[in-house]
Protein backbone atom coordinates (compact mmCIF):
# COMPACT_ATOMS: atom_id res chain seq x y z
CA UNK A 1 0.00 0.00 0.00
CA UNK A 2 1.58 3.44 -1.01
CA UNK A 3 0.81 6.44 1.21
CA UNK A 4 1.15 9.91 -0.39
CA UNK A 5 1.28 12.86 2.50
CA UNK A 6 0.22 16.22 1.43
CA UNK A 7 2.20 18.16 4.15
CA UNK A 8 0.74 21.63 3.41
CA UNK A 9 -2.86 20.25 3.12
CA UNK A 10 -2.18 18.12 6.07
CA UNK A 11 -3.69 15.27 4.11
CA UNK A 12 -2.91 11.51 3.43
CA UNK A 13 -3.64 9.51 0.37
CA UNK A 14 -3.68 6.29 0.49
CA UNK A 15 -3.41 3.67 -2.70
CA UNK A 16 -3.09 0.29 -4.16
CA UNK A 17 -3.23 -0.83 -7.34
CA UNK A 18 -4.49 -4.06 -7.35
CA UNK A 19 -3.74 -7.34 -9.53
CA UNK A 20 -6.91 -7.10 -12.06
CA UNK A 21 -5.59 -3.48 -12.50
CA UNK A 22 -7.75 -1.82 -9.87
CA UNK A 23 -6.46 1.63 -8.66
CA UNK A 24 -8.04 1.67 -4.95
CA UNK A 25 -7.21 5.05 -2.90
CA UNK A 26 -8.89 5.96 0.23
CA UNK A 27 -8.46 9.34 1.94
CA UNK A 28 -9.18 9.24 5.86
CA UNK A 29 -10.93 12.71 6.99
CA UNK A 30 -10.92 13.69 11.24
CA UNK A 31 -14.03 14.67 12.32
CA UNK A 32 -16.52 13.32 9.72
CA UNK A 33 -19.37 10.94 10.42
CA UNK A 34 -20.27 10.17 6.61
CA UNK A 35 -18.21 8.54 4.18
CA UNK A 36 -18.47 9.15 0.60
CA UNK A 37 -17.54 5.89 -1.88
CA UNK A 38 -17.54 6.56 -5.96
CA UNK A 39 -16.76 3.42 -8.28
CA UNK A 40 -15.72 5.20 -11.40
CA UNK A 41 -14.53 4.74 -15.49
CA UNK A 42 -13.17 6.20 -17.37
CA UNK A 43 -15.81 6.41 -20.04
CA UNK A 44 -17.78 8.89 -21.25
CA UNK A 45 -20.34 10.20 -23.71
CA UNK A 46 -17.29 11.23 -25.77
CA UNK A 47 -16.06 7.68 -26.28
CA UNK A 48 -18.13 6.01 -29.13
CA UNK A 49 -15.70 5.22 -31.54
CA UNK A 50 -13.05 2.75 -29.88
CA UNK A 51 -11.56 -0.90 -30.95
CA UNK A 52 -13.96 -3.40 -28.80
CA UNK A 53 -12.31 -5.62 -26.28
CA UNK A 54 -10.41 -8.37 -27.94
CA UNK A 55 -11.52 -6.99 -31.42
CA UNK A 56 -8.91 -5.17 -33.57
CA UNK A 57 -11.05 -2.57 -35.72
CA UNK A 58 -12.44 0.50 -34.44
CA UNK A 59 -16.42 0.97 -34.32
CA UNK A 60 -18.78 3.17 -34.12
CA UNK A 61 -21.93 2.89 -31.33
CA UNK A 62 -24.79 5.20 -31.25
CA UNK A 63 -24.19 8.98 -29.27
CA UNK A 64 -25.80 8.54 -25.57
CA UNK A 65 -24.57 5.03 -24.68
CA UNK A 66 -22.42 5.77 -21.68
CA UNK A 67 -25.34 7.76 -20.40
CA UNK A 68 -27.97 5.28 -21.33
CA UNK A 69 -25.34 2.13 -20.20
CA UNK A 70 -25.19 4.21 -16.86
CA UNK A 71 -28.54 4.28 -16.31
CA UNK A 72 -29.25 0.08 -16.91
CA UNK A 73 -26.38 -0.49 -14.75
CA UNK A 74 -28.88 -0.27 -11.61
CA UNK A 75 -31.35 -2.57 -12.80
CA UNK A 76 -31.17 -6.25 -12.07
CA UNK A 77 -33.21 -9.24 -12.48
CA UNK A 78 -33.64 -9.55 -8.87
CA UNK A 79 -34.73 -5.35 -8.66
CA UNK A 80 -33.37 -2.02 -8.56
CA UNK A 81 -30.26 -1.13 -6.74
CA UNK A 82 -31.32 1.72 -5.12
CA UNK A 83 -33.62 -0.56 -2.75
CA UNK A 84 -30.73 -2.23 -1.66
CA UNK A 85 -28.56 1.15 -0.74
CA UNK A 86 -31.55 2.31 0.61
CA UNK A 87 -32.43 -0.63 3.40
CA UNK A 88 -28.77 -0.29 4.25
CA UNK A 89 -28.89 3.56 4.53
CA UNK A 90 -27.09 4.68 2.18
CA UNK A 91 -27.89 6.97 -0.27
CA UNK A 92 -26.76 6.61 -4.42
CA UNK A 93 -26.28 8.33 -6.89
CA UNK A 94 -24.36 7.94 -10.34
CA UNK A 95 -23.60 10.62 -13.22
CA UNK A 96 -21.63 10.60 -16.68
CA UNK A 97 -19.79 13.68 -18.39
CA UNK A 98 -17.87 13.75 -21.40
CA UNK A 99 -14.76 11.46 -19.94
CA UNK A 100 -16.61 9.23 -16.96
CA UNK A 101 -18.83 7.58 -15.90
CA UNK A 102 -19.15 7.66 -11.45
CA UNK A 103 -21.42 5.26 -9.43
CA UNK A 104 -21.43 6.31 -5.99
CA UNK A 105 -22.85 6.33 -2.03
CA UNK A 106 -22.80 8.13 1.04
CA UNK A 107 -23.41 6.43 4.20
CA UNK A 108 -23.36 6.69 7.60
CA UNK A 109 -23.34 2.97 8.49
CA UNK A 110 -22.60 -0.34 7.18
CA UNK A 111 -19.87 1.25 4.85
CA UNK A 112 -18.75 -2.62 3.87
CA UNK A 113 -21.99 -3.95 3.17
CA UNK A 114 -22.78 -0.73 1.01
CA UNK A 115 -19.21 -1.26 -0.39
CA UNK A 116 -19.97 -4.55 -1.76
CA UNK A 117 -23.33 -3.64 -3.36
CA UNK A 118 -21.37 -0.84 -5.41
CA UNK A 119 -18.74 -3.50 -6.36
CA UNK A 120 -20.82 -6.18 -6.91
CA UNK A 121 -23.53 -4.04 -9.24
CA UNK A 122 -21.13 -2.46 -11.06
CA UNK A 123 -19.89 -5.49 -11.91
CA UNK A 124 -22.27 -7.77 -12.50
CA UNK A 125 -24.34 -6.07 -15.76
CA UNK A 126 -27.63 -7.53 -16.69
CA UNK A 127 -29.38 -6.17 -20.37
CA UNK A 128 -32.35 -7.68 -22.05
CA UNK A 129 -33.83 -6.24 -25.43
CA UNK A 130 -36.79 -5.70 -23.63
CA UNK A 131 -35.43 -3.76 -20.15
CA UNK A 132 -33.91 -1.45 -23.16
CA UNK A 133 -36.64 -0.97 -24.86
CA UNK A 134 -38.79 0.12 -22.05
CA UNK A 135 -35.62 2.80 -20.87
CA UNK A 136 -36.06 4.25 -24.21
CA UNK A 137 -39.05 6.37 -23.36
CA UNK A 138 -37.22 6.97 -19.90
CA UNK A 139 -34.23 8.65 -21.58
CA UNK A 140 -36.35 10.36 -24.41
CA UNK A 141 -38.78 12.03 -21.85
CA UNK A 142 -35.26 12.99 -20.23
CA UNK A 143 -33.78 14.48 -23.45
CA UNK A 144 -36.92 16.36 -24.09
CA UNK A 145 -36.64 18.33 -20.35
CA UNK A 146 -33.08 19.50 -21.31
CA UNK A 147 -34.31 20.38 -24.85
CA UNK A 148 -37.09 22.89 -23.41
CA UNK A 149 -34.42 24.10 -20.85
CA UNK A 150 -33.13 27.64 -22.27
CA UNK A 151 -30.30 27.56 -19.99
CA UNK A 152 -29.30 24.21 -21.24
CA UNK A 153 -29.74 25.31 -24.54
CA UNK A 154 -28.07 28.47 -24.35
CA UNK A 155 -24.66 26.02 -22.75
CA UNK A 156 -24.82 23.33 -25.39
CA UNK A 157 -25.55 25.51 -28.46
CA UNK A 158 -22.59 27.35 -27.73
CA UNK A 159 -20.38 24.55 -27.95
CA UNK A 160 -22.14 23.27 -30.82
CA UNK A 161 -21.39 26.21 -32.29
CA UNK A 162 -17.80 26.10 -31.15
CA UNK A 163 -16.67 22.14 -32.41
CA UNK A 164 -16.96 20.76 -35.77
CA UNK A 165 -16.08 17.33 -35.43
CA UNK A 166 -14.85 15.99 -31.80
CA UNK A 167 -17.79 14.37 -29.97
CA UNK A 168 -18.03 16.84 -27.58
CA UNK A 169 -20.73 18.71 -29.30
CA UNK A 170 -23.33 15.70 -29.34
CA UNK A 171 -25.27 16.09 -25.74
CA UNK A 172 -24.09 13.30 -22.87
CA UNK A 173 -27.83 12.07 -23.47
CA UNK A 174 -27.40 11.60 -27.24
CA UNK A 175 -30.35 12.69 -29.30
CA UNK A 176 -33.84 10.46 -29.49
CA UNK A 177 -32.79 9.21 -33.21
CA UNK A 178 -29.57 7.93 -31.62
CA UNK A 179 -30.78 5.71 -28.53
CA UNK A 180 -33.07 4.47 -30.60
CA UNK A 181 -30.52 2.53 -31.98
CA UNK A 182 -28.86 1.25 -28.74
CA UNK A 183 -29.31 -2.72 -28.31
CA UNK A 184 -28.62 -4.80 -25.34
CA UNK A 185 -25.13 -6.23 -27.58
CA UNK A 186 -24.52 -2.81 -27.93
CA UNK A 187 -24.38 -2.15 -24.07
CA UNK A 188 -22.10 -5.25 -23.26
CA UNK A 189 -19.97 -4.69 -25.99
CA UNK A 190 -19.55 -1.12 -24.15
CA UNK A 191 -18.99 -2.57 -20.47
CA UNK A 192 -16.82 -5.30 -21.75
CA UNK A 193 -14.43 -2.56 -23.06
CA UNK A 194 -14.40 0.54 -20.95
CA UNK A 195 -15.82 -1.55 -17.26
CA UNK A 196 -12.72 -3.68 -16.95
CA UNK A 197 -10.71 -3.23 -12.97
CA UNK A 198 -8.05 -2.02 -14.91
CA UNK A 199 -10.27 1.11 -16.50
CA UNK A 200 -11.66 2.05 -13.10
CA UNK A 201 -11.17 3.64 -9.90
CA UNK A 202 -12.63 2.59 -6.67
CA UNK A 203 -11.93 5.96 -4.36
CA UNK A 204 -13.69 5.89 -0.55
CA UNK A 205 -13.02 9.20 1.88
CA UNK A 206 -14.41 10.14 5.16
CA UNK A 207 -14.61 8.19 8.07
CA UNK A 208 -12.71 5.09 6.66
CA UNK A 209 -10.04 2.81 7.92
CA UNK A 210 -7.66 2.93 4.49
CA UNK A 211 -6.12 -0.37 5.40
CA UNK A 212 -10.03 -2.51 6.38
CA UNK A 213 -10.75 -1.15 3.11
CA UNK A 214 -8.11 -1.33 0.75
CA UNK A 215 -8.06 -5.05 2.43
CA UNK A 216 -11.86 -5.93 1.64
CA UNK A 217 -11.83 -4.30 -1.78
CA UNK A 218 -8.94 -6.74 -2.52
CA UNK A 219 -10.09 -9.57 -1.13
CA UNK A 220 -13.88 -8.78 -3.51
CA UNK A 221 -11.97 -8.54 -6.54
CA UNK A 222 -9.73 -11.16 -5.90
CA UNK A 223 -12.92 -13.37 -5.92
CA UNK A 224 -14.04 -12.46 -9.16
CA UNK A 225 -13.19 -13.48 -12.32
CA UNK A 226 -11.53 -10.85 -15.03
CA UNK A 227 -10.00 -11.18 -18.29
CA UNK A 228 -5.93 -9.77 -18.27
CA UNK A 229 -6.05 -5.81 -18.58
CA UNK A 230 -5.24 -4.25 -21.99
CA UNK A 231 -4.97 -0.99 -22.69
CA UNK A 232 -8.67 0.86 -24.44
CA UNK A 233 -8.08 2.21 -27.94
CA UNK A 234 -10.08 5.25 -28.24
CA UNK A 235 -10.49 7.49 -31.21
CA UNK A 236 -7.75 10.45 -30.80
CA UNK A 237 -10.98 13.05 -31.92
CA UNK A 238 -9.39 15.49 -34.40
CA UNK A 239 -10.87 19.00 -34.61
CA UNK A 240 -10.20 21.82 -36.53
CA UNK A 241 -8.54 25.26 -34.65
CA UNK A 242 -11.59 27.87 -35.88
CA UNK A 243 -15.15 27.39 -34.34
CA UNK A 244 -17.42 25.39 -36.38
CA UNK A 245 -20.07 28.30 -36.70
CA UNK A 246 -19.50 31.66 -35.55
CA UNK A 247 -22.75 33.13 -34.45
CA UNK A 248 -26.59 31.53 -34.43
CA UNK A 249 -29.92 32.36 -32.81
CA UNK A 250 -32.36 30.41 -31.46
CA UNK A 251 -36.09 31.52 -30.36
CA UNK A 252 -37.65 29.71 -27.60
CA UNK A 253 -40.47 30.81 -24.64
CA UNK A 254 -37.81 32.84 -22.02
CA UNK A 255 -38.83 36.63 -21.29
CA UNK A 256 -34.94 37.71 -21.91
CA UNK A 257 -33.06 37.34 -24.43
CA UNK A 258 -29.83 34.73 -23.49
CA UNK A 259 -26.30 35.43 -24.91
CA UNK A 260 -23.61 33.48 -24.55
CA UNK A 261 -20.10 34.14 -25.47
CA UNK A 262 -17.61 30.96 -26.64
CA UNK A 263 -14.04 30.46 -26.65
CA UNK A 264 -11.95 27.93 -28.13
CA UNK A 265 -9.12 26.28 -26.51
CA UNK A 266 -6.39 25.58 -29.38
CA UNK A 267 -3.95 23.92 -26.76
CA UNK A 268 -5.69 20.50 -25.64
CA UNK A 269 -2.33 18.34 -26.05
CA UNK A 270 -1.60 18.13 -22.39
CA UNK A 271 -1.49 16.11 -19.73
CA UNK A 272 -0.27 16.29 -15.81
CA UNK A 273 1.07 19.03 -14.66
CA UNK A 274 1.52 20.92 -18.06
CA UNK A 275 -2.36 20.61 -18.13
CA UNK A 276 -3.04 21.19 -14.17
CA UNK A 277 -1.24 24.83 -14.87
CA UNK A 278 -2.87 25.71 -18.18
CA UNK A 279 -6.40 25.01 -16.05
CA UNK A 280 -5.64 26.71 -13.17
CA UNK A 281 -3.74 29.90 -15.11
CA UNK A 282 -6.74 30.67 -17.60
CA UNK A 283 -8.98 30.34 -14.68
CA UNK A 284 -7.28 33.00 -12.88
CA UNK A 285 -6.37 35.44 -16.16
CA UNK A 286 -10.65 34.80 -16.85
CA UNK A 287 -11.44 35.61 -12.90
CA UNK A 288 -8.81 39.24 -14.06
CA UNK A 289 -10.86 39.59 -17.00
CA UNK A 290 -14.07 39.15 -16.36
CA UNK A 291 -14.66 38.56 -12.62
CA UNK A 292 -17.02 40.71 -10.33
CA UNK A 293 -13.92 43.13 -9.61
CA UNK A 294 -13.02 43.35 -13.25
CA UNK A 295 -13.24 46.56 -15.20
CA UNK A 296 -14.76 45.22 -18.01
CA UNK A 297 -17.44 43.88 -14.93
CA UNK A 298 -17.89 47.40 -13.51
CA UNK A 299 -18.67 49.19 -17.00
CA UNK A 300 -20.99 46.04 -18.33
CA UNK A 301 -23.29 46.21 -15.01
CA UNK A 302 -23.68 50.03 -14.49
CA UNK A 303 -24.32 50.22 -18.19
CA UNK A 304 -27.08 47.74 -17.70
CA UNK A 305 -25.87 45.17 -20.25
CA UNK A 306 -25.65 42.57 -17.74
CA UNK A 307 -27.56 41.18 -14.89
CA UNK A 308 -26.90 38.94 -11.56
CA UNK A 309 -27.51 35.87 -14.36
CA UNK A 310 -24.21 36.73 -15.70
CA UNK A 311 -21.52 34.07 -15.25
CA UNK A 312 -18.35 32.60 -17.04
CA UNK A 313 -16.39 29.32 -16.86
CA UNK A 314 -13.44 27.36 -18.68
CA UNK A 315 -13.37 23.66 -18.70
CA UNK A 316 -10.20 21.49 -19.94
CA UNK A 317 -9.60 18.28 -20.66
CA UNK A 318 -7.06 16.29 -22.64
CA UNK A 319 -8.80 16.29 -26.02
CA UNK A 320 -10.86 19.45 -25.64
CA UNK A 321 -11.05 23.18 -23.68
CA UNK A 322 -13.55 25.90 -24.14
CA UNK A 323 -14.39 28.96 -21.74
CA UNK A 324 -17.97 30.46 -21.52
CA UNK A 325 -19.33 34.06 -20.89
CA UNK A 326 -22.89 34.54 -20.33
CA UNK A 327 -25.64 36.46 -19.30
CA UNK A 328 -29.50 37.33 -19.89
CA UNK A 329 -29.15 40.72 -21.62
CA UNK A 330 -31.24 43.05 -24.03
CA UNK A 331 -28.03 44.88 -25.55
CA UNK A 332 -26.56 41.31 -26.64
CA UNK A 333 -24.28 43.48 -29.46
CA UNK A 334 -23.26 46.10 -27.09
CA UNK A 335 -21.87 43.04 -24.72
CA UNK A 336 -20.13 41.11 -26.82
CA UNK A 337 -18.64 44.11 -28.21
CA UNK A 338 -17.03 44.67 -24.76
CA UNK A 339 -16.03 41.42 -24.34
CA UNK A 340 -14.26 40.98 -27.82
CA UNK A 341 -12.22 44.06 -26.58
CA UNK A 342 -11.11 43.28 -23.54
CA UNK A 343 -9.88 39.55 -25.16
CA UNK A 344 -8.10 41.94 -27.45
CA UNK A 345 -6.55 44.02 -24.76
CA UNK A 346 -5.49 41.19 -22.84
CA UNK A 347 -3.62 39.23 -26.19
CA UNK A 348 -2.05 41.92 -27.15
CA UNK A 349 0.22 44.20 -24.24
CA UNK A 350 -1.89 43.12 -21.16
CA UNK A 351 -0.58 45.33 -18.69
CA UNK A 352 -1.07 42.49 -15.53
CA UNK A 353 -0.79 44.25 -12.26
CA UNK A 354 0.84 42.12 -9.55
CA UNK A 355 -1.86 43.11 -7.34
CA UNK A 356 -4.98 41.86 -9.63
CA UNK A 357 -2.84 38.48 -9.88
CA UNK A 358 -2.61 38.04 -5.68
CA UNK A 359 -6.05 39.32 -5.35
CA UNK A 360 -7.43 36.73 -7.83
CA UNK A 361 -4.86 33.48 -6.38
CA UNK A 362 -5.84 34.41 -2.99
CA UNK A 363 -9.72 34.07 -3.99
CA UNK A 364 -8.83 31.20 -5.71
CA UNK A 365 -6.96 29.37 -2.75
CA UNK A 366 -9.42 29.92 -0.72
CA UNK A 367 -12.41 29.03 -3.10
CA UNK A 368 -9.90 25.59 -3.12
CA UNK A 369 -9.57 25.34 0.73
CA UNK A 370 -13.39 25.75 1.29
CA UNK A 371 -13.98 23.24 -1.16
CA UNK A 372 -11.78 20.33 0.63
CA UNK A 373 -13.93 20.23 3.42
CA UNK A 374 -16.50 18.81 1.39
CA UNK A 375 -15.58 15.42 0.73
CA UNK A 376 -18.45 15.14 -2.00
CA UNK A 377 -16.61 17.79 -3.82
CA UNK A 378 -13.17 15.54 -2.98
CA UNK A 379 -14.65 12.79 -4.09
CA UNK A 380 -16.84 13.38 -7.28
CA UNK A 381 -13.56 16.02 -8.69
CA UNK A 382 -10.25 13.19 -7.64
CA UNK A 383 -11.03 11.21 -10.72
CA UNK A 384 -11.58 14.16 -13.00
CA UNK A 385 -8.48 15.02 -12.14
CA UNK A 386 -6.53 11.58 -11.49
CA UNK A 387 -7.94 10.26 -15.45
CA UNK A 388 -5.97 14.03 -16.74
CA UNK A 389 -2.46 12.45 -15.13
CA UNK A 390 -3.63 15.12 -12.76
CA UNK A 391 -3.98 15.48 -8.32
CA UNK A 392 -6.52 17.12 -6.64
CA UNK A 393 -3.89 17.86 -3.83
CA UNK A 394 -1.57 19.37 -6.24
CA UNK A 395 -3.81 22.51 -6.77
CA UNK A 396 -2.69 24.61 -4.22
CA UNK A 397 1.28 24.50 -4.66
CA UNK A 398 0.68 24.80 -8.40
CA UNK A 399 -1.63 28.50 -7.59
CA UNK A 400 1.04 29.50 -5.57
CA UNK A 401 3.83 29.40 -8.06
CA UNK A 402 1.65 30.55 -11.23
CA UNK A 403 3.10 34.48 -12.44
CA UNK A 404 1.75 36.67 -14.52
CA UNK A 405 3.56 35.31 -17.71
CA UNK A 406 1.98 31.96 -16.92
CA UNK A 407 -1.88 34.07 -17.26
CA UNK A 408 -0.42 35.96 -20.22
CA UNK A 409 0.63 32.92 -22.26
CA UNK A 410 -2.20 30.43 -21.25
CA UNK A 411 -4.84 33.26 -21.75
CA UNK A 412 -3.51 32.82 -25.40
CA UNK A 413 -4.69 29.80 -25.77
CA UNK A 414 -8.61 30.82 -26.13
CA UNK A 415 -7.47 34.34 -27.15
CA UNK A 416 -7.93 33.52 -31.28
CA UNK A 417 -10.71 35.44 -32.48
CA UNK A 418 -11.05 32.60 -34.94
CA UNK A 419 -12.14 30.24 -32.02
CA UNK A 420 -14.72 32.47 -30.85
CA UNK A 421 -18.48 32.42 -31.65
CA UNK A 422 -21.92 33.54 -29.87
CA UNK A 423 -25.37 31.71 -29.46
CA UNK A 424 -28.41 33.94 -28.71
CA UNK A 425 -32.01 32.74 -27.46
CA UNK A 426 -34.57 35.54 -28.21
CA UNK A 427 -38.07 35.52 -27.11
CA UNK A 428 -40.53 33.59 -29.00
CA UNK A 429 -42.15 35.46 -32.03
CA UNK A 430 -39.11 37.98 -32.04
CA UNK A 431 -37.09 37.88 -34.98
CA UNK A 432 -33.93 36.34 -36.12
Known sequence: MEKITF???????????LENGLDVYVLPKRGFSKTYVTFTTKYGSIDSVFVPRGKKDMIQVPDGIAHFLEHKMFEKEEGDVFQKFGENGASANAFTSYT????????????????????????????????????????GQEITMYEDNPDWRLYMGTIQNLY????????ILGTEESIDKITADHLYECYETFYHPSNMVFFAIGAVDPEEMIDFVKKDQ???????????????HEEPA????????INMDVTKPKFSFGMKCNRTDVNGEELLR??????????????????????????????ESYGYEFNLEKSFGFAVINSDTEHADKLEQLIRTTIESAAGDWALREEDLERARKKRIG???????????IANQFTHYLFNEMNL????????????NDLKEAFGTIADPKGHTVYQITPAGQAN
Open 7 to 17: ENLQETLYHEK
Open 100 to 139: RTSYLFSTTEKLYENSKVLLDFVQQPYFTEETVEKEKGII
Open 164 to 171: QEHPIHID
Open 222 to 236: SAKTFSEPEEVVRDK
Open 242 to 249: AAGVTTNR
Open 278 to 307: QELAVGLAMDILFGRSSDFYSKAYAEGWID
Open 367 to 377: QYMRALNSIEY
Open 393 to 404: FDILPVLEQLDG
